[in-house]
């Protein structure tokens, strides 16, 4: 067998027998001297190495940036350039003036998170309905998903200022319908009425009444919880 003409037979050695020789060589004759400086040499380039250093440092402290002194006119001429830079925030940080809401007024926040009724009523599963089902999902009662919408009506005082109805949220219809609304009114008594009606119909499920005193500038958030009901913060 041969690689480019030569016989396998003689690469092998020179491969398995070459590096040897060489380390030996290397070691014991001290043919690695051939690839490294004198100590003549050596000493030329730490002394090279010296001057370079001790020229950038002189270079680097010319380079440095020197601070410039501040006189009396300098700092009166700063002073006159940001001033009216300074005007203009003082301004505008005070005026025009913002009004929250015009005087003798308060407010009246709906913020309401309402779930509605199943459209399908949960129902009891049977003995034979739970063997059959995973130990995991042996549950008594089977509940739909799917809700139906909520809607709400508001009543300020005798009239009614909010009717809508809101679809529940979810891939699936199952999550809670969802009320946001924002009402000015005079300061003084008024009468509050809040009925939830479930889908479409015409009976509502749940009904709040609550008188109110607000003051000028006053604002009430009527919310809902699930253990309390509606409640006015």
Known sequence: ???????????????????????VLFKAIGIGSLFSLSDEQKELQRKHRQLESALNVETAKSARYKKPKLTVMKIIGQGLLYLPFL?????????????????????????LTLWGERKIPCRTRTAE????????????????RERHPVRITFNLNGDTVFNKSASPAGLRDDGPSSFYQTFMVPAGKHELIVNIY?????????????GVTLSSGQAIALTHTAGEGIVIH
Do not use: H, W
């Open 198 to 210: 479930n889908g479409d119909d015409d009976t509502p499920v749940k009904t709040f009444t609550q």
């Open 87 to 111: 005007l203009v925030v003082g301004y505008f940080s005070s005026y025009p003036k913002y009004e929250f809401a015009p005087e003798n007024t308060a407010q009246i926040k709906l913020s």
């Open 1 to 23: 067998m041969e690689i480019a003409g030569i016989k396998v037979f003689y690469i092998v050695p020179i491969l398995v027998f070459g590096p040897i020789v060489f380390f």
């Open 129 to 144: 309905e739970l063997k059959e089902l995973p130990p995991n999902m042996r549950r008594a009662k089977s509940c739909s």
